[in-house]
């Protein structure tokens, strides 16, 4: 019989009642029924959340994949964070399962090292980025970040002021490429240390292309029955690794001109360290499109917008910057925290 090492009790499709979670026990009912597959909904980043069914085939495969990437053993310590009606959150408790691993289940917000106690370490831990960024804040969540070997983030793309915050970290960050379709990630990149890239490395199995627009084919057939035709636009850097250069639904093309937001972003990332903002257009009569800066929060005076527009202008390509600058007073977001880009 199957079973699980949740916070300290051997649960098994007997004694689900004592989860006190109701998203962990409603997974492990669907994961220990007589189904073949486990309906999950996505996280709605690029369009309305939809359901879809995915193969417990599939999300075992998923498990191995990723065990086997990072070397775990039986008895890992392991920290579930994420909510469990979400794929990130179910793959931490379908690799515990396989892996024979001990879980620990802490509750779901955007801090989770609050919850933490200071001599509590473990082997595995999958954040979202805000909360890695949020437990940074503090020296004591900085410790207790330390005391996990190996932290994968995924959720959404992790900015640039994140990673530099990350160089202080003494345990291993990975970045994540996938989605719900692919059964949680397909490649990882590692954010910190000497081992630091900006190539997404993929996991054994994973066969990738691109179309005609350099997006992402992907061809794993253990996770997903037909080739997945995504929107992220790429460029390989070796055989099986690949650099991400942004999502081909936000390029903005101002003059015959392409502009990938996510990478001008990077660079404008060293000159705004104090809100949150993403690169955005509006039309335009002669260009088509013109990039315009949104900037989360209060409006800046006249005197500082215009300093900062100028400075963009220096140290940004050609045709690049923004002469505009946009306000929103809080960025909307998904259930899993990525920035919906609107203006």
């Known amino acids: 019989m199957e079973q699980l090492r949740l916070d300290g009790k051997i649960i098994t499709a007997a004694n689900l009642h004592e989860v006190g979670d109701p998203f962990i026990r409603e997974f492990l009912s669907l994961w220990w029924s007589n189904e073949d597959h486990i309906i999950v909904t996505t996280s709605g980043s690029t369009g309305k959340p939809k359901s879809i069914a995915i193969k417990k085939s599939s999300m075992l495969a998923s498990a191995q994949a990723t065990i086997s990437f990072f070397g775990l053993h039986a008895n890992t310590k392991a920290l579930l964070c994420l909510p469990a009606q979400y794929i990130a959150g179910r793959m931490m408790l379908v690799r515990a399962i396989v892996g024979q691993w001990e879980i620990t289940s802490v509750r779901p917000d955007s801090n989770p090292a609050e919850h933490l106690f200071a001599e509590q370490s473990f082997d595995f831990a999958a954040m979202i980025p805000l909360q890695i960024s949020n437990a940074l804040e503090s020296n004591e969540g900085k410790q207790k970040l330390n005391a996990i070997k190996t932290i994968i983030i995924g959720g959404g793309e992790s900015s640039e002021r994140l990673i530099r915050k990350l160089q202080g970290l003494q345990c291993s960050c990975y970045a994540t490429y996938g989605m719900t379709e692919t059964v949680s990630h397909i490649a990882l990149r590692k954010l910190n240390s000497q081992e630091k890239s900006e190539s997404y490395t993929l996991l054994k199995g994973i066969r990738v292309d691109v179309d005609d627009r350099s997006c992402l084919i992907i061809d794993a057939p253990h996770l997903h029955d037909e080739r997945l035709i995504t929107n992220d636009v790429v460029e390989f850097t070796d055989l099986n690794k690949f650099r991400w250069l942004g999502r081909a639904d936000h390029v903005i093309n101002s003059g015959g001109l392409k502009i990938h937001p996510e990478?001008?972003?990077?660079?404008?990332?060293?000159?705004?360290?104090?809100?949150?903002?993403?690169?955005?257009?509006?039309?335009?009569?002669?260009?088509?499109?013109?990039?315009?800066?949104?900037?989360?929060?209060?409006?800046?005076?006249?005197?500082?917008?215009?300093?900062?527009?100028?400075?963009?202008?220096?140290?940004l390509p050609r045709n690049q910057s923004p002469a505009e600058i946009v306000y929103i007073n809080t960025f909307k977001e998904t259930p899993t925290g990525k920035v919906i880009r609107s203006i």
């Open 263 to 315: 990478q001008v972003e990077k660079q404008i990332a060293e000159i705004i360290t104090d809100r949150r903002f993403y690169l955005s257009a509006k039309p335009d009569d002669v260009l088509g499109q013109r990039p315009v800066l949104v900037l989360e929060g209060d409006i800046l005076d006249k005197h500082t917008e215009k300093m900062l527009l100028s400075h963009l202008k220096e140290s």
